[in-house]
């Protein structure tokens, strides 16, 4: 299957501080990009949708000032959290869309966020 | 809004053992992904269900599609204790409903606990 990576890992921070999360399509392009987030013991929820070349679309309740996303590029797509406060500390997952074959997702390895 | 139910949330099995976990959704859709998460780890894909009628297996796990029922189950057969993970469904909204993007909505997990 195709491989999606995402940078860092593993994040700590500071509250109020802002944190960039990076998720690459490794070997296939991917027009649109997904973010998740993860609470423990918990489901995926989607926050939004992202699609290159334009804005991302939001699920309800996600704030977008909040959750910045910028999918620049084809294999690109990034999640910023902007002033961070413990209450964003999750595990954010990214998946992207392959649209060779029947458009399965793959879903990138996440990021665990920890803001103090 | 599409619905995914899973049961049981939670299945504490003894090694050799069969069961099988239930997957269902709400509305109309030909295709439904079957993941496994391991604790701290992000989604490793087991299976792509993309008709009506689709069985596929692997290894002691087989799973199903009926979309005229909409329910897809995942069958654990001879259970071992390297299959103790957490089991998720998710269900691909149609792209041409109006909800778009090959959007997934997730179960809420089977944990499955496999003791010896």
């Known amino acids: 299957g195709a491989v999606v990576s995402q940078h860092p890992s593993r994040v700590i921070c500071k509250s109020g501080t802002s944190v960039k999360i990076e998720c690459r399509s490794l070997?296939?392009?991917?027009?649109?990009m997904f973010w998740y987030r993860q609470f423990p013991k918990k489901s995926l929820m989607l926050m939004a949708t992202?699609?290159?070349?334009?804005?991302?679309?939001?699920e309800q309740g996600v704030e977008k000032d909040k959750f910045l996303i910028n999918h620049a590029s084809l294999t690109l797509s990034t999640l910023t959290v902007t002033s961070a406060h413990p209450e964003d500390s999750s595990f954010y997952i990214c998946s992207a869309r392959d649209k060779r074959g029947f458009n399965e997702q793959f879903f990138g390895p996440g990021t665990r966020l920890t803001v103090l | 809004e599409l619905k995914v139910e899973q049961n049981p949330l939670f299945l504490s099995m003894q090694e050799g053992k069969n069961y099988t976990i239930y997957c269902n959704y709400s509305t109309t859709s030909d295709r439904l992904y079957w993941y496994r998460q391991d604790p701290g780890k992000s989604l490793e894909s087991l299976f792509v269900l993309l008709s009506n009628g689709a069985v596929k297996q692997e290894g002691r796990l087989m799973a199903s599609l009926d979309t005229k029922a909409r329910l897809s189950t995942l069958h654990i057969t001879a259970a071992v204790h390297d299959l103790s993970a957490t089991y998720f469904c998710a269900v691909e909204e149609d792209p041409y409903s109006g909800a778009g993007s090959y959007q997934l909505t997730f179960g809420k997990g089977t944990k499955l606990s496999v003791i010896p």
């Open positions: 992202s699609n290159e070349g334009s804005k991302a679309t939001y």
């Open positions: 070997d296939f392009q991917a027009t649109t």
